[in-house]
């Protein structure tokens, strides 16, 4: 079997890399941007740093702002009649993982309208043609929706988040500006910072794993651990380097997958509403030491990647013990809850159920079936 990597055509990494936006629009001889940006960055005047650029180079654009937090079927088929209607012929999406996820959905069903009631593009749909070209500016570290083949999508109306990969999706290019991400309010980093450490712990456990997304998957979760407190205090160095930690995860996660942690996430996220790197920080702990006895040597690495002292000198069930003593000590002290209030023993059979037939389930390198979720989930009670 060959092993396959993705990546976007380029990247631009640091402060200041926007500007790198307005060299990309012209050398690809774009003509007007759809800019799908959150009603709260334009509030606070973080997507008017990419468009005052446009303003400056006279570059034409419209911005599309219908997006949630967990975007919906209907703030994608919204956008798609928008950006119809707008002459647009490229996307920027300026945000986190809503605003990218919304972006990839409208420019794969314009590029494929057979797939315009959106349901149909769970999992790998089989569409033909790359979606529009997409601009990625990501404003939260921690998605890393810019880089990755990924979206999800909520189905209110079946309280339900589907997981879309399709290659076509890949954004052209992605900027990864810190200053970008410096108005992100300390708990917003840090659930976005522990949805990075996710993405980068589960991509390095998962079944596809091989040695080159092995090599990107340890490297984040080195970066990530030793600079997300320094995010929290909004410290430029922690900015940096967490901007930079996400990024690599998903160069990594993108090619191989995730596990439960996610899948349980995504579930916790369309039932509660419950922020997904919060879901996804709850969850990573309880995974991994479900897991733990699947994994090999892995979690020695991962606890060395955390900065745990002695691990060579630790037997196996020590070593494992102090990765997941790692994860649980990030966690805490970025700020994140270890239980969730909202969860009641009655919904148990729909999580688990919900979460077993996640697009990410299949990943997880420990088979897990609908009563082991339920478990799983009691834990956060």
Same mark, same amino acid.
């Given at each position: ?28 001889? *774009?003509?007007?941007? *759809? =800019? ?26 419209? =911005? ?50 057979? *797939? ?11 569409? %033909? ?32 988040? *589907? ?180 969860? %009641? ?20 390198? %420990? ?6 979720? %339920? ?7």
């Amino acid at each position: 079997m060959a092993n396959r990597i993705m990546l976007n055509q380029a990247s631009y990494h640091g402060s200041g890399a926007i500007a790198e936006i307005v060299t990309e629009a012209k050398s690809h001889g *774009f003509s007007k941007a *759809f =800019v799908c940006s959150d009603p709260d960055l334009i509030k606070f005047q973080v997507t008017s740093k990419v468009t005052d650029l446009l303003d400056q180079e006279g570059l034409s654009y419209e =911005v599309y702002s219908d997006i949630k937090a967990n975007p919906t079927i209907q703030n994608v088929q919204n956008g798609v009649a928008a950006f119809k209607a707008s002459g647009a012929d490229y996307i920027i999406a300026i945000g986190g993982g809503s605003s990218m996820d919304t972006a990839k959905a409208i420019g794969i069903i314009i590029a494929n309208p057979e *797939f315009e009631d959106v349901r149909s593009l769970e999992g790998t749909a089989p569409t %033909k043609k790359p979606c529009v070209p997409i601009i990625a500016v990501p404003t939260t570290a921690g998605t890393a929706a810019e880089v990755t083949i990924n979206y999800v999508i909520t189905d209110v109306e079946r309280k339900r988040k *589907f997981v879309c990969v399709d290659p076509h999706d890949m954004p052209i290019v992605a900027i990864v500006d810190p200053d970008m991400m410096s108005s992100m309010p300390k708990g917003l980093t840090a659930s976005t910072g522990m949805d990075a450490l996710t993405h980068a712990i589960e991509g390095y456990t998962t079944k596809a794993a091989w040695e080159m997304t092995d090599m990107f998957h340890l490297k984040a979760i080195e970066i990530i651990s030793r600079s997300l407190r320094g995010a929290v205090a909004n410290t430029q160095e922690g900015r940096e380097g967490t901007a930079l930690g996400q990024y690599i995860a998903g160069m990594g996660f993108s090619n191989v997958g995730l596990g439960i942690a996610h899948s349980m996430a995504h579930t916790l996220g369309a039932v509660y509403d419950t922020p997904h790197g919060v879901a996804c920080a709850m969850m990573l702990p309880i995974v991994m030491e479900y897991n733990a006895d699947c994994t090999g040597e892995k979690y020695r690495e991962i606890a060395r990647a955390m900065g745990v002292k002695g691990v060579d000198d630790m037997d196996q069930e020590t070593y494992r013990k102090a990765a997941v003593d790692a994860v649980r000590r990030l966690s805490e002290d970025v700020g994140i809850p270890s239980r969730l209030e909202a969860l %009641k023993e009655e919904d148990l059979p729909f999580l688990a159920e919900s979460a077993h037939a996640d697009a990410c389930a299949p990943g997880n390198p %420990k088979d897990a079936g609908v009563e082991d979720l %339920k478990e799983l989930f009691r834990k956060l009670m």
